[in-house]
C-alpha cells in the first residue's frame, strides 16, 4: 500500500492550487520536516500549525480523498 509520502512524491506538480499544495508538501517532504500523517485531521492540524490558508486545507482534503481511493 502506498504512503500519502508516496503518493505526493509520485504526483503532478501542476498550475494550480492542488499542485501548489503537492509542491509545498514535496518541499517539506524533502527537507525532512513532514511527518507522514496517520489521519486526515492529523494532516489538517499538521498544516494549520505552519499557517496554511483555507484554500490549502481544501486542497489538501482533496489531495488525501484522491490517495484514499487509490489505496
Request: proline share 3%; aromatic share 8%; hydrophobic share 40%.
Amino acid at each position: 500500500m502506498q504512503s500519502f509520502t508516496d503518493y505526493i512524491l509520485s504526483a503532478d506538480v501542476t498550475d494550480d492550487p492542488r499542485g501548489d499544495f503537492i509542491a509545498d508538501t514535496r518541499t517539506l517532504i524533502e527537507l525532512g520536516k513532514f511527518e507522514e500523517p496517520q489521519r486526515l485531521d492529523c494532516l489538517l492540524t499538521m498544516m494549520r500549525l505552519r499557517g496554511a490558508c483555507d484554500e490549502a486545507l481544501a486542497e489538501a482534503r482533496r489531495v488525501w480523498g484522491e490517495w484514499t481511493v487509490r489505496r
